[in-house]
């Protein structure tokens, strides 16, 4: 989640956007964790399954990013 929220800083763009607007391909997000692409694809799915990413897709590439109202929301209802 830190990473991807100044992605620019984290990742290079991907060969077929050249912008974060949509997010950053999930094979960097796995490439950067060292982990295998299960295990990130499985933390990213819950991830976004309870709102704090938003996918987009880009033909066979998915891209993630920070969904930062809910992330917003989740900090405000911590600190109640």
């Known amino acids: 989640m830190e990473w991807l929220k100044e992605p620019a800083m984290n990742f ?3 060969e077929t956007l050249k912008h ?10 796995q490439e950067k964790a060292g982990l295998s692409q299960s295990t ?3 933390y990213l799915t ?3 399954k309870c ?3 938003i996918s987009t897709r880009h ?5 993630l990013k920070r969904n930062e109202q ?10 109640q």
């Open 46 to 48: 819950n991830m976004e």
């Open 20 to 29: 974060f607007n949509d997010g950053v391909c999930v094979t960097y997000i």
């Open 70 to 79: 809910v992330i917003e929301e989740y900090c405000q209802f911590l600190k």
């Open 59 to 63: 033909g066979k590439w998915s891209y």
């Open 40 to 42: 990130i694809s499985t």
């Open 12 to 14: 290079p763009p991907h």
């Open 51 to 53: 709102g704090l990413l």
